[in-house]
């Protein structure tokens, strides 16, 4: 994790410094972090798959969290990469193909973290419960 977040600024200052500058929105940027949140969420997904332990991931707080946060980054980081391409078809055509998909992810995103409150609000009222 500490190496993501190293890795991480160095593309971030590497970018500010020598690639889009201070005055434009850093998308690459953005788009770094978006693939390195994905991949951490990859990397959990397979921790869980190979425990030894029956864990069920409808029920699982971290899954929806992990789910929600792949599924949002990973559309994030192609709509930044391709901002520019979306922009010249948008004057082209005048179809916005940026704002709905970016709703999408926003959608999906939150549902997930709702469903992820939601099963630990479960979580923890059945342990007080106990």
Same mark, same amino acid.
């Given at each position: 994790m500490? /190496?993501?977040?190293g890795?991480?600024?160095?593309l971030?200052?590497a970018?500010? #410094?020598?690639?889009?500058? #201070?005055?434009i929105y850093?998308?690459?940027?953005e788009?770094?972090?978006?693939?390195i949140l994905?991949?951490?969420?990859?990397?959990?997904?397979?921790?869980s798959l190979?425990a030894?332990?029956?864990h069920n991931?409808?029920?699982n707080?971290?899954?929806?969290?992990a789910?929600?946060?792949?599924?949002?980054?990973?559309g994030?980081s192609?709509?930044?990469?391709?901002?520019e391409?979306l922009?010249?078809?948008?004057?082209?055509t005048?179809i916005?193909?940026?704002g709905?998909v970016n709703?999408?992810?926003?959608?999906?995103?939150?549902?997930?973290?709702?469903i992820?409150?939601?099963?630990?609000?479960? /979580?923890t009222?059945?342990?007080?419960?106990w």
């Open positions: 500490i /190496t993501a977040t890795i991480f600024l160095v971030g200052l970018n500010l #410094f020598w690639g889009q500058g #201070f005055w850093n998308y690459y940027s788009s770094a972090g978006d693939l994905a991949f951490i969420c990859c990397a959990f997904f397979l921790r190979r030894d332990t029956y991931f409808f029920s707080e971290y899954f929806w969290l789910n929600g946060l792949l599924f949002s980054s990973m994030s192609l709509l930044y990469l391709f901002l391409e922009g010249a078809y948008y004057q082209e005048r916005d193909v940026y709905p709703s999408l992810l926003n959608v999906i995103f939150y549902v997930s973290l709702i992820a409150f939601i099963c630990r609000w479960k /979580t009222r059945s342990l007080l419960e």
